[in-house]
């Protein structure tokens, strides 16, 4: 790609306290309840921006692992967000064995 390196795909989704409760059926201050309690308790995301605001944004993947299935699947959240994962390690590398070997990785997959 004559130049181009791709760095991510498109951006993580993320979700507020309202789209957290409409995605999984639950009311708000059930949702609030799992943010307040749970952040310290079982390990409820931290929230990826806005942590300090009125309106904090949560990756939905992390919320929707941290759930365990209680959300619908998301397949198309968890594509992106490998694949992302995938861009940052490659830009990490430092050699090209480095890079030989999680090219071997992932092909073994």
Do not use: C, Y
């Not at 507020?16 to 999984?24: F, K, L, N, P, Y």
């Not at 605001?53 to 990756?59: A, D, K, T, V, Y």
């Not at 390690?89 to 090219?103: F, K, T």
């Amino acid at each position: 790609m004559a130049g181009i390196r791709v760095l991510r795909v498109e951006g993580e989704e993320l979700v507020s306290q309202a789209d957290i409760a409409e995605r999984t059926g639950r009311s708000r201050q059930a949702v609030n309840h799992w943010i307040k309690r749970d952040a310290n308790s079982s390990g409820f995301p931290e929230p990826a921006h806005g942590a300090s605001s009125r309106s904090p944004l949560w990756r939905w993947t992390d919320v929707r692992d941290w759930l365990g299935g209680v959300a619908s699947p998301d397949e198309r959240g968890r594509i992106i967000a490998l694949t992302n994962a995938t861009l940052v390690a490659r830009r990490n590398l430092n050699s090209e064995v480095e890079r030989q070997l999680i090219d071997t990785l992932l092909a073994a997959g």
